[in-house]
């Protein structure tokens, strides 16, 4: 192999740097691979309809599913842990609950790609048609 001359090691070293750089650059930060909570169904505040109602989390990263948990809250303060589909988008969290009218309060807590966990909940109303 030819000895590289003196100009093309440069740009090789400038190539190598910018490669660095650009890869820090896009390395997500702990902070940023935590699953944050994007939308959900029900939306927080929402009044939805009693009866079989679907459940539906998208947070901004992909999740563990299997180990995230799900606990309904009900009108009673009585908590029920509900079933996690472990099919679906690996960013999703999907159930569904039969639900008689009253307030309610979903408690999520997600393991994220990056092992780290976080938590919330979204309060929603059920109302009877
Ligand atoms: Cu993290």
């Not at 001359?5 to 190539?15: D, H, L, N, Q």
């Not at 997500?28 to 909570?37: D, K, M, R, T």
């Not at 998208?58 to 009673?76: A, T, Y």
């Not at 303060?77 to 099919?87: F, N, R, Y």
Request: no cysteine; aromatic share 4%.
């Amino acid at each position: 192999m030819p000895v590289p001359s003196r100009a093309s090691r440069r740009t090789i070293g400038a190539v190598m740097f910018a490669a660095a750089a650009a890869a820090i650059a896009l390395a997500p930060s702990g902070a940023e691979a935590h699953a944050i909570l994007e939308a959900s169904t029900p939306a927080a505040g929402a009044s939805v309809g009693a009866g079989n109602v679907a459940i539906e989390l998208r947070f901004n990263s992909r999740i563990d599913k299997g180990r995230s948990r799900l606990v309904l809250v009900k009108p009673d303060h009585s908590e029920a842990k509900l079933p996690i589909a472990q099919d679906g988008p690996p960013e999703k969290l999907r159930t569904s609950a039969a639900l008689t009218p009253g307030a309610y309060d979903l408690r999520w807590q997600v393991l994220a790609i990056d092992g780290h966990i976080t938590r919330g909940d979204v309060r929603f109303d059920v109302t009877d048609h």
